[in-house]
């Protein structure tokens, strides 16, 4: 099953970082943004990823064409009037990536309808946002949307609230409860499973945006489901964002990096 990633946006929210960069190669700890979420599904197994590029998609490009170079100890041999590198240490992934360019205007819903060719043989596929972490159950998610007949599921989440919530009686203040999981509604999560029909819902047009026609229409038609997830989800739209997601990691505290799966 292929994964699809949205890389292509600007990220004009983070702006410190996207100047110089694409979002999903802003770091967390000592690696991109990016890579931590392909490692998330590659845990799960699932290595066959499809990234929609766009803004300084060339970037993400060498990152990956010079992943293994970079990432391993290397002896770079002279002696012999020419050069040869020798590669100590060589990374185990087990991934194949294609990078697709897909516009540095289009929108979400373009970017995915450009890359139809490359998923062309497989009855579904993932789909999520390169800005965004999350710890859901990959098994489970692919498990309920095989259980049910429509074309899409979209992962629900409740992120937690910028602000401390208060429970009140009158005027007094009974419980005080900051950062806490927003308690009722659901919001998109990302971490979609389409089937391929889906593509007919979707145009080549530039302007075609995934999260507004495409599944409200999806949702009219009665072809969407929800799988809802309880636990760790954050986006990186902002520098604050971002310090929060680094300060999980470098306190080893970091739900994302799941191991193990049942």
């Known amino acids: 099953m292929k994964v ?6 600007k990220g004009t929210r983070l702006k410190e970082e996207t100047v110089y960069r694409p979002k999903p190669l802003v770091s967390i700890g000592d690696k991109p943004i990016l890579w931590h979420i392909m490692k998330h599904y590659s845990s799960y197994g699932f290595n066959n990823f499809v990234l929609c590029l766009g803004y300084l998609g060339d970037m993400i490009k060498q990152y990956f064409v010079n992943y293994e170079l970079m990432n391993s100890d290397l002896t770079v041999d002279f002696s012999n009037g020419g050069s040869s590198i020798k590669i100590h240490k060589r990374q185990e992934l087990d991934w194949q990536i294609t990078l697709a360019d897909t516009g540095i205007e289009s929108m979400t819903g ?3 309808k450009r890359i139809q060719r490359y998923v062309e043989s497989d009855l579904n596929f993932m789909v999520t946002y390169g800005d965004g972490l999350c710890n859901v ?3 489970e998610l692919l498990a ?5 007949e429509c074309i899409a599921t979209v992962t629900g989440v409740r992120p937690l609230s910028r602000f401390g919530e208060l429970a009140v009686e009158g005027d007094n ?5 900051e950062k806490t999981q927003v308690a009722r509604g659901w919001i998109n999560g990302g ?9 007919n819902y979707l145009t080549d047009q530039a302007d075609c945006i995934l999260e507004r026609e495409p599944l ?10 929800i799988f809802r997830h309880r636990d760790f989800w954050q986006c990186m739209d902002t520098y604050r964002d971002m310090e929060q997601l680094n300060r999980l990691w470098q306190q080893g505290n970091a739900p994302w990096e799941v191991r193990g799966h049942e």
Request: charged fraction near 25%; hydrophobic fraction near 40%.
């Open 110 to 112: 373009c970017r995915l």
């Open 4 to 9: 699809v990633i949205l890389c292509g946006g």
């Open 173 to 177: 203040v009974l419980e005080f409860s």
């Open 191 to 199: 971490y979609f499973i389409f089937r391929r029909e889906f593509f």
């Open 137 to 139: 159950n990959l098994n």
């Open 144 to 148: 309920f949307h095989n259980r049910h």
């Open 216 to 225: 409200e229409q999806l949702a009219k038609d009665g072809q969407l489901k």
